[in-house]
């Protein structure tokens, strides 16, 4: 299993703290700098002080805000059984996979004037760290990733749901729970709510047996079609929404009141090793009631809500509602900053309501793969409410709106959420937020043209900034981006520096002073993804990109989780269409021991494939084992050693391997986002090779 730390550790510090999955290592300049850093504290050089103007922002967030309602805090402590004996968990590499140690200044006694008072409150909130009972029969480990891990009783064993981000935590969580509640009996299935990462990527940590899955003994049940959608949802773009990642999840942030202070639905992504084990049984039917060992579940296919797709849990004899992501403690993405396709509302809100009718009106107690439980009916019912209207209001009301003609560019600054949704803490946005989701409907339903014809084509910003700068002047963008910063300006001062930026990438009092600006923004922002992004970019601009060579993160279980077609695809997408003009070829690939057959072409400088059919008059045949290939799709052996040993045959013309191997693009996941943050260097080293990027959380 190839772990998150191999991707993210192999980038060497350079003179800054570099954030790895729940680790942050300083190196000895960073040290040096820390202590003569202009602010107190600040983990950079060139940090600030929340300014005057930002204190105001946070102190009337805690004035108008529901600080009095406190059942969040009185639920979170129900159940508690154990704490985790030890605040860092490591991983079988050597490091430390999770690292809880980090957040403990969040539990001081104080108020913090570089974090917004809400998301100081969600962030205490998941400090929660321990084994807890949700009723008799069901408990959870939580705290121990960005998701939580549950352990269900049936008849012969454990029923475990959603087995977590990595391995280690997972292995962690499993002895703390047998250790106080489970014994030796034995996990008898395993269900994945979804298709995102961190409800599958540690079921390896559960120690299962190969020949009991097989014998169905254990079973993992899924929605349908669950492998095909956790691949290709992170493969096809999965560089740049790896890149995003390090925004959206402040990877290069330490965990500090002016850096990295919790994710909203946890405090962060574990750093071990992740795998995944296929289905051996989907949930297709809309509604689908079975046995899983001996205890009667219903399960709800909400496919295309948080996740393409996802399914709502009820057990009868418990009375107990699993909404696996659908409904947490906090507003959702409709739109995901890091890259996903964009979420339909208003779907996700008519399966929240099909919940509360079908279950909501008897269940006792509500459950979910983030957050802590809600107990009794009326509370029940009145979060499923709130979160039912919370989706329809987006997708209701940005309708309205873009019907009367305001824009996708505009949308953000107009949409408002109604003063009650507002005032309700499980809808406070710890992870999606009004702004991006607002634009996210528009984007859903009208696409990115605002209806400009002058936006139709735009300038790319780094041709259309040096008009902007020869027309105002470097300098006097300098002199009124510090103006407009002084006077608490920041969206004006944002505008007009970054186009400076833009058109002067070495220009470093520039970039200071953008990094400034977006730092204040980020003190000011209740939500962790815009949070990071504003903080991930001011540390970029001030320090640039961590370089140096990048490992292959993908993991053999991924791998093989990969259809042949999926790969095809994806080579499609690697191959520079430039390098590909004139050339042309028809290929066939038959792997015998799955039976599969396909026709892969070249022509127009774009290579498809087609699955079950074969060209009488190919230019070359390739035959080789799916078992082989996925070797060769790991990089663990290359095409020509496996044609030279005869693991793989060929007939035809083999300078059309060579050639097609010369027009792939090999992706680099330190691409710069802020101009000039990237080092010259980087051209010069070794190229990030990957076929799977790393499989994104949420």
Not at 137 to 158: A, C, E, H, N, P
Not at 175 to 184: I, P, Y
Not at 441 to 449: A, I, K, M
Request: hydrophobic share 40%.
């Amino acid at each position: 299993m190839t772990t998150r730390r191999q991707f993210l550790g192999a980038l060497p510090v350079t003179g800054a703290a570099f954030a790895i999955g729940s680790q942050v290592i300083f190196d000895e300049s960073q040290a040096r700098a820390q202590e003569t850093a202009p602010h107190p504290g600040h983990f950079h050089p060139k940090g600030k002080a929340p300014s005057e103007f930002t204190l105001k922002v946070l102190q009337e967030a805690k004035a108008t805000l529901p600080f009095a309602d406190t059942r969040d805090f009185d639920e979170l402590k129900k159940g508690f059984i154990a704490p985790m004996p030890d605040l860092k968990i490591m991983a079988d590499s050597g490091h430390v996979a999770w690292d809880m140690e980090r957040f403990q200044f969040l539990n001081e006694d104080r108020d913090f004037d570089s974090i917004h008072p809400s998301l100081v409150r969600i962030s205490r909130l998941n400090n929660n760290y321990g084994l807890y009972e949700v009723v008799p029969g069901i408990y959870q480990v939580r705290g121990v990733d960005l998701s939580d891990i549950t352990f269900i009783r049936g008849k012969t064993g454990w029923i475990v749901f959603d087995p977590l981000v990595s391995a280690e935590p997972v292995r962690a969580a499993t002895k703390l729970f047998r250790e106080k509640v489970g014994g030796d009996l034995p996990i008898v299935a395993v269900i994945y709510s979804h298709t995102h990462g961190d409800h599958f990527g540690g079921v390896r940590g559960l120690d299962l047996k190969e020949e009991d899955i097989a014998s169905g003994k254990v079973q993992i049940i899924a929605p349908g079609d669950f492998m095909d959608f956790t691949v290709s949802e992170n493969v096809y773009a999965g560089n740049a929404m790896n890149r995003r990642l390090f925004y959206q999840y402040g990877l290069l942030l330490p965990a500090s009141p002016y850096g990295y202070v919790g994710q909203g639905l946890g405090q962060g992504v574990s750093a071990g090793a992740t795998g995944l084990i296929a289905p051996t049984r989907s949930v297709r039917e809309p509604i689908e009631t079975f046995e899983v060992d001996g205890l009667e579940m219903v399960f709800q296919n909400t496919p295309n809500t948080e996740a393409p797709r996802e399914m709502n849990t009820y057990i009868p004899s418990l009375k107990a509602l699993w909404m696996a992501e659908n409904v947490t403690a906090t507003l959702h993405n409709i739109y995901t900053l890091r890259g996903a396709q964009v979420r339909d509302p208003l779907r996700w809100s008519k399966y929240i309501a099909e919940a509360l009718y079908l279950f909501g009106q008897e269940a006792e107690v509500m459950f979910a793969s983030h957050h802590w439980p809600r107990w009794g009916n009326e509370r029940i019912q009145e979060v499923l409410r709130d979160q039912r209207d919370l989706y329809a209001h987006f997708n209701n009301q940005v309708l309205n709106l873009a019907n009367q003609g305001v824009t996708i560019n505009q949308i953000h600054n107009v949409y408002v959420q109604p003063e009650s949704i507002l005032q309700k803490w499980h809808c406070r946005g710890y992870h999606g937020s009004a702004q991006h989701n607002a634009r996210g409907v528009v984007q859903r339903y009208l696409g990115y043209w605002d209806g400009n014809p002058a936006t139709l084509v735009p300038l790319s910003p780094e041709d259309s900034a040096p008009l902007y700068v020869e027309m105002m002047g470097a300098d006097r963008i300098m002199s009124r981006g510090q103006e407009l910063h002084d006077e608490g300006k920041y969206l004006l001062a944002m505008e007009i520096v970054n186009k400076l930026v833009q058109a002067q990438p070495d220009n470093q009092p520039a970039k200071d002073l953008l990094a400034d600006i977006f730092e204040q923004l980020g003190y000011q922002n209740e939500n962790p993804g815009l949070r990071n992004s504003y903080l991930a970019a001011a540390y970029e601009l001030r320090t640039g990109i961590p370089q140096g060579a990048t490992a292959d993160s993908s993991s053999p279980d991924i791998i093989r989780a990969m259809s042949t077609e999926l790969f095809l695809n994806f080579l499609g997408i690697r191959m520079d269409s430039r390098k590909a003009e004139g050339m042309a070829f028809t290929m066939n690939l038959v792997t015998p021991d799955n039976g599969e057959k396909f026709l892969v072409e070249l022509s127009n400088a774009t290579l498809t494939n087609i699955a079950g059919f074969q060209s009488d008059e190919a230019d070359l045949t390739l035959t080789i084992n799916r078992a082989d290939l996925e070797l060769v799709m790991m990089g663990v052996r290359q095409l020509e050693e496996v044609i030279a040993d005869g693991t793989a045959q060929i007939q035809g013309d083999p300078t059309i391997l060579g050639k097609l191997a010369a027009t792939m693009v090999t992706f680099d996941p330190r691409f710069q986002i802020m101009p000039g943050t990237k080092s010259p260097s980087v051209a010069e080293e070794p190229a990030f090779e990957a076929t799977v990027g790393l499989i994104s959380p949420e």
